[in-house]
């Protein structure tokens, strides 16, 4: 099939761009001995995770506990919920995993440990629990230093459970425009990092893992020395808010490409300058701003209703025909993909591939 009879709204990969972006991650990471740890919250998909995992990524994070069994069931074997998972039900579906894959998961408080520790006595299993140190964002997390120390020898403590160290990530520097901007804040974070990793040390507890980094700063996590483990994952999709970031010479920063798209028809053009999509923020995610159209900055994406997505143009633009079928960048690569059921891969204008969205809606 070619790419313009795809029906729409659709989430389409440029799958050329797509493995250009995973391997360029690759080759970023391999010099710096930091490894991959993608997340999985933003592709939902054992298949790209799996993808990942062949060029060299140690495993996958997630959010949810339903991201994870879906992760598991689909052949990925070392995961980790880099949250924190609270109430007996999601935690016995957590440790149960156990059975067939590596499980890990993050905690903030003495009592999470505790309940972490039944279930896993209960299943009769053996997981790794970081502790989780705000490093800046002000989310979750206890306090880089004595607190975190406190947790870890709790955890190490334990029958079932194993310290897996500490979760450090720094989500509210991602997305600051300016390049100097984020090193400072991703400063602060190593900095804390490497506080804590040094008062465990003389407490003699090992720290295998720092994790965090994303798409945004992980050049700065992993030339550390202190982070060992970068959890970005939107770098493989590309999206309109992430493309706004800039490098030290004041220009976008272009690392990687956008290859996550949604593919619309143009459904009303009742005048020139107007034209309507059949794809509202039912189809592409808003919360980042408006998505911007592949290749074609002379039309503007102005607003977004449940079914109908309204683009404005100019005099000097040809107009924009009935049925024509335009790409959209997300402004949140995120919260759209988990709007579809498929991804659709494109390669060279015709459809090469159909992938399930598979831990869609996985929220609990």
């Given at each position: 099939?070619?790419?313009?009879?795809?029906?729409?709204?659709?989430?389409?990969?440029?799958?050329?761009?797509?493995?250009?972006?995973?391997?360029?991650?690759?080759?970023?990471?391999?010099?710096?001995?930091?490894?991959?740890?993608?997340?999985?919250?933003?592709?939902?998909?054992?298949?790209?995770?799996?993808?990942?995992?062949?060029?060299?990524?140690?495993?996958?994070?997630?959010?949810?506990?339903?991201?994870?069994?879906?992760?598991?069931?689909?052949?990925?074997?070392?995961?980790?919920?880099?949250?924190?998972?609270?109430?007996?039900?999601?935690?016995?579906?957590?440790?149960?995993?156990?059975?067939?894959?590596?499980?890990?998961?993050?905690?903030?408080?003495?009592?999470?440990?505790?309940?972490?520790?039944?279930?896993?006595?209960?299943?009769?299993?053996?997981?790794?629990?970081?502790?989780?140190?705000?490093?800046?964002?002000?989310?979750?997390?206890?306090?880089?230093?004595?607190?975190?120390?406190?947790?870890?020898?709790?955890?190490?403590?334990?029958?079932?459970?194993?310290?897996?160290?500490?979760?450090?990530?720094?989500?509210?520097?991602?997305?600051?425009?300016?390049?100097?901007?984020?090193?400072?804040?991703?400063?602060?974070?190593?900095?804390?990092?490497?506080?804590?990793?040094?008062?465990?040390?003389?407490?003699?507890?090992?720290?295998?893992?720092?994790?965090?980094?994303?798409?945004?700063?992980?050049?700065?996590?992993?030339?550390?020395?202190?982070?060992?483990?970068?959890?970005?994952?939107?770098?493989?999709f590309m999206d309109a808010d992430y493309a706004r970031n800039l490098d030290?010479?004041?220009?976008?920063?272009?690392?990687?490409?956008?290859?996550?798209?949604?593919?619309?028809?143009?459904?009303?053009?009742?005048?020139?300058?107007?034209?309507?999509?059949?794809?509202?923020?039912?189809?592409?995610?808003?919360?980042?701003?408006?998505?911007?159209l592949w290749q074609r900055p002379d039309i503007r994406y102005v607003s977004?209703?449940?079914?109908?997505?309204?683009?404005?143009?100019?005099?000097?633009?040809?107009?924009?025909?009935?049925?024509?079928?335009?790409?959209?960048?997300?402004?949140?690569?995120?919260?759209?993909?988990?709007?579809?059921?498929?991804?659709?891969?494109?390669?060279?204008?015709?459809?090469?591939?159909?992938?399930?969205?598979?831990?869609?809606?996985?929220?609990?």
């Open positions: 099939m070619r790419e313009d009879e795809i029906d729409t709204p659709a989430l389409v990969i440029d799958l050329d761009a797509f493995e250009y972006n995973l391997d360029r991650m690759a080759a970023l990471l391999a010099p710096t001995g930091a490894k991959l740890r993608a997340h999985a919250k933003t592709h939902k998909s054992p298949i790209i995770a799996l993808q990942q995992i062949a060029r060299g990524a140690v495993g996958q994070c997630v959010q949810k506990v339903a991201e994870a069994e879906i992760l598991a069931w689909g052949g990925v074997k070392d995961i980790l919920v880099s949250n924190e998972v609270v109430g007996g039900a999601k935690l016995a579906r957590l440790v149960a995993l156990a059975r067939i894959a590596k499980v890990a998961v993050c905690v903030d408080d003495p009592a999470q440990i505790v309940a972490i520790e039944a279930a896993a006595e209960a299943a009769g299993a053996r997981i790794s629990v970081l502790v989780e140190i705000d490093i800046g964002a002000s989310r979750c997390g206890v306090q880089p230093g004595p607190e975190a120390v406190t947790l870890a020898k709790q955890i190490a403590a334990s029958k079932h459970l194993i310290f897996g160290g500490l979760q450090a990530y720094q989500g509210s520097a991602q997305h600051r425009r300016g390049v100097e901007e984020r090193r400072k804040l991703i400063d602060h974070a190593i900095d804390g990092s490497r506080r804590t990793v040094e008062q465990l040390r003389q407490q003699g507890l090992a720290c295998p893992i720092v994790g965090g980094g994303g798409t945004g700063t992980f050049e700065i996590e992993a030339s550390s020395g202190v982070y060992t483990e970068i959890q970005a994952g939107s770098y493989a030290a010479g004041g220009s976008p920063v272009s690392t990687f490409r956008h290859s996550l798209f949604v593919l619309a028809t143009v459904m009303s053009a009742p005048r020139h300058g107007l034209a309507v999509l059949d794809a509202g923020h039912k189809a592409v995610s808003i919360d980042s701003g408006m998505p911007t977004a209703s449940d079914e109908h997505g309204k683009l404005e143009y100019g005099p000097e633009t040809s107009a924009v025909k009935l049925g024509e079928k335009l790409r959209l960048i997300p402004g949140h690569c995120d919260p759209t993909v988990d709007r579809f059921d498929w991804y659709v891969g494109v390669r060279g204008g015709r459809v090469e591939c159909l992938w399930p969205v598979a831990a869609r809606g996985g929220l609990n």
